[in-house]
């Protein structure tokens, strides 16, 4: 099994063990609140809601707590640190009596370490893999039964079967066949769903009682409880280890089955002939586990069900009392789960709540002299049985975490400690940040100390001028922002503040680089610079641009690179006799005029100068638009078409007025038309 294990990461392994561990108590409390909304609600439709939605939010708290605890090495504990006082209150209320024997035995629990995650991970797997082998062998049984079920049923019946069908309003295609390896009527199916009808129940049911039966089965097809059940499934292969899973699953299941059974005898109005069916083919029972049958589910409830026999009280008393189980086993789960993860928290809470009284409040003392000592009061039962051994020196891991404290980081975990150790963050490490003005937490003093800041190299950037809070004093180091740098983009004149400064070096920008752009004539600010430097604009870039006429200035040389002007394309349009300005040849570019384009156009009669070029690419005016008016009669100039198109006349639009008995028309009387909306 180490092979699967293997996969993961020991971070994700790690991650995924806690989870895990987490949902034994979040499934206790998810239950909890199921089985008190399955007591109140009457309807089996809403507790069939209640029940899915509520297997919904397991597998979704396992997923919210693997993201929430993979994304943040603090949210475990900053969590359960959270949960403290629900836990201490409902066990000192509640559960004093029912949990201290839980928490006595916690130092045993306690010593669970990091090793055993992988295990529990590994038997996890283990179990996945199991329950998914299982669900595939079942689904190929299912799928060769569908495929061996081609005898149809009998032309009278099929249109029993398509009536029935018709008036549940079901419109999918379904197919009906009679089947021999089973004793009760079940579908098959996902998206081609198959009903297979048993020739004993054929033979062994009343029309009436078949009538029904076959209406069950196209309830669960009109529900789409196929997919339903195959989610179902799926959440029991994932949380196969917890016991409430199997038992909401089953819930849900019967509360399906009575759905249907509501629909059927809504759909035939025989409440006793479907009972009678249905205690028949209970004594013939053998349909596959993950088909959907007619007599799935407990036959005695359903019965009663049917006929209008309830015990409503007794249940109530059952679901509420269930109720008040899962709540009370998620409590204990809780507590032991953080008792695992923070022994001492857990120590102090099992002191707070299960001390006796005797010993948690001190009997008073008589009120000391002036020369009296304080009166100790030492508990005998927590004395040592035997001589005390010389006091061991402490180990290095309890020096560290010792020295953490001693600067105000406490309640670390192990995760966090390895890597303040491994980064070599010492308690003097600590004090220097914080006496430089920061209030660093975990993460942020080991990125600190990843990217080598120091006191010194927080003096040196204040003495800049600059005031950098933890992220931003980071940055400036990661990026490579020194006093030196900064002090060589001061001698060029660039007063840049914190951003700037920052942005200039990520971006690359070097003495250099601000020599040659002001040795071509600009003399950009910093926003500009890095605007420049951002859209790769070099000197040799310029200088193209330069030989071929231009003369821009900083705002456009950018215009100009960022639209993707090339030396090419200039020269691609001066051939075609356009001789545009810099503002010009944005223009054209940002509208995507081609040489393509231009030829099109000029092929067509036309011979725009650039503005128009722009504004009838601007219209959208096409080599297919311009034709179209041309069959129509009609000879345009750029600007006249250009005109056309704004306005909206099309070919459908001259035909329109021609009909009408218009003659003699243009352009211009078509526009007038246009803004009469006479027809």
């Given at each position: ?48 809601i ?13 997923a ?9 090495q ?5 969590t ?17 009596q ?22 529990l ?9 199991f ?17 061996a ?151 005695a ?28 086993a ?47 009061v ?25 020295e ?54 927080i ?17 400036m ?11 060589q ?65 900083g ?27 810099g ?9 995507g005029?081609?040489?393509e384009?231009?030829k ?80």
């Amino acid at each position: 099994m180490t092979g699967l294990t293997s996969l993961f990461a020991p971070d994700t392994l790690r991650t995924l063990g806690w989870s895990l561990l987490h949902f034994v108590w979040q499934g206790f409390a998810l239950a909890a609140i199921a089985s008190v909304a399955l007591t109140l609600f009457r309807r089996a439709s809403t507790r069939y809601i209640v029940g899915v939605l509520t297997l919904f939010a397991m597998v979704t708290s396992v997923a919210c707590t693997f993201v929430v605890l993979l994304n943040s090495q603090a949210a475990m504990q900053a969590t359960e640190s959270a949960a403290t006082p629900f836990i201490v209150l409902t066990q000192k209320t509640f559960f004093a009596q029912t949990v201290q024997p839980a928490l006595a035995g916690a130092p045993a629990v306690k010593s669970l370490s990091a090793q055993a995650l992988p295990l529990l991970v590994e038997f996890w797997l283990a179990g996945v893999l199991f329950f998914t082998l299982r669900t595939a062998g079942s689904l190929i049984y299912l799928e060769r039964l569908r495929r061996a079920a081609s005898l149809s049923v009998a032309p009278a019946l099929l249109a029993k079967c398509r009536e029935l069908q018709l008036r549940l309003g079901i419109t999918r295609i379904i197919r009906f066949c009679e089947s021999r390896w089973l004793d009760a009527p079940a579908v098959i199916g996902w998206f081609r769903p198959v009903v297979l009808l048993p020739v004993r129940a054929l033979t062994g049911l009343t029309e009436d009682q078949i009538e029904a039966v076959i209406a069950h089965e196209l309830a669960h097809i009109r529900r789409f409880d196929a997919f339903v059940n195959l989610f179902q499934v799926v959440v029991e292969s994932l949380l196969f280890f917890h016991p409430v899973v199997w038992w909401l699953n089953k819930r849900v299941r019967i509360e399906r089955e009575n759905c249907c059974d509501d629909v059927a005898v809504a759909a035939c109005g025989n409440h006793l002939g479907y009972a009678r069916a249905l205690t028949t083919m209970e004594e013939w029972r053998a349909t596959p586990a993950f088909s959907l049958a007619a007599n799935g589910s407990p036959l005695a409830a359903r019965i009663s069900r049917i006929l209008g026999v309830r015990h409503a009280t007794e249940n109530r008393t059952v679901g509420f009392g269930a109720g008040f189980v899962c709540f009370a086993a998620a409590i204990v789960a809780a507590s032991l789960l953080y008792g695992v993860a923070h022994p001492a928290a857990a120590a102090r809470i099992e002191k707070v709540l299960f001390t006796p009284a005797a010993q948690a409040v001190p009997a008073p003392t008589p009120k000391p002299t002036p020369l009296a000592k304080p009166t100790i009061v030492v508990d005998a039962d927590r004395l040592p049985q035997t001589a005390p051994e010389p006091q061991a020196q402490p180990s290095a891991k309890s020096s560290y975490i010792d020295e953490m404290k001693s600067v105000g980081l406490d309640h670390l975990d192990i995760d966090q400690l390895i890597s303040m150790k491994v980064q070599g963050i010492t308690a003097d490490y600590v004090k220097e940040m914080v006496a430089a003005g920061f209030k660093p937490n975990v993460d942020e003093l080991i990125a600190m100390k990843v990217q080598g800041v120091n006191a010194q190299y927080i003096k040196s950037i204040r003495d800049m001028g600059y005031t950098p809070d933890g992220d931003e004093i980071v940055g400036m180091k990661v990026q490579g922002v020194t006093p030196e740098y900064i002090k060589q983009m001061r001698d060029l004149g660039f007063k840049p503040n914190l951003d700037e400064i920052i942005g200039m070096k990520v971006q690359g920008i070097t003495p250099e680089y601000v020599k040659q752009i002001r040795d071509l004539g600009f003399n950009p600010d910093g926003d500009g610079l890095i605007g420049m430097k951002v859209q790769g604009i070099t000197p040799q870039y310029v200088q193209q641009i330069r030989e071929l006429g231009f003369k821009p200035n900083g705002d456009e040389i950018i215009g100009m690179k960022v639209q993707g002007i090339t030396p090419e394309y200039v020269k691609e349009i001066r051939a075609l006799g356009f001789q545009p300005d810099g503002d010009e040849i944005i223009g054209m570019k940002v509208q995507g005029i081609t040489p393509e384009y231009v030829k099109q156009m000029r092929d067509l009669g036309f011979n725009p100068n650039a503005d128009e070029i722009i504004g009838m690419k601007v219209q959208g005016v096409t080599a297919e638009y311009v034709k179209s008016l041309q069959a129509e009669g009609f000879k345009l100039n750029a600007e006249q078409v250009t005109g056309a198109k704004i306005m909206g006349i099309t070919p459908e639009f001259i035909q329109k007025a021609k009909s009408h008995g218009f003659k003699d028309l243009t352009i211009d009387k078509l526009i007038q038309l246009k803004n009469a909306d006479i027809f």
